[in-house]
Nanobody, 126 residues
């Protein structure tokens, strides 16, 4: 069983920087992982994903160039760094784990992710 705990959210001014962390327990080294976010009144959306080895990443267009996803399989951690934060980045950010082991191609589909954390709130003030 996989369990995920996110941390690192908070209140930050526009233009600022945040580093979100996701601590995983269970077998995650063989699974792609991702970050999603959900703003009030909106659907949950893809932010970034990283493959099981850390050699491949993918980003949503809205964060590309401002976001870096990384993982440390030795520590069972996944990170999301976001710079140049904008008010529209305000959301609850969720860490998620792909339900399939060693998936060859990164997926950004919410339905492919079987395990989710409880989320961490990011609020960007203008």
């Amino acid at each position: 069983q996989v369990q995920l705990v996110e941390s690192g959210g908070g209140l930050v001014q526009a233009g600022g920087f945040l580093r979100l962390s996701c601590a995983a327990s269970g077998r995650t080294f063989s699974r792609n992982m991702g970050w999603f976010r959900q703003a009030p009144g909106k659907e949950r959306e893809f932010v970034a994903a990283i493959n099981w080895s850390g050699s491949s990443t993918d980003y949503a267009g809205s964060v590309k160039g401002r976001c870096t996803i990384s993982r440390d399989n030795g520590k069972n951690m996944v990170y999301l760094q976001i710079k140049s934060l904008k008010p529209e980045d305000t959301a609850v950010y969720y860490c998620a784990v792909d339900g399939q082991e060693f998936r060859r191609q990164l997926t950004i589909r919410i339905t492919d992710f079987n395990y989710w954390g409880q989320g961490t709130q990011v609020t960007v003030s203008s």
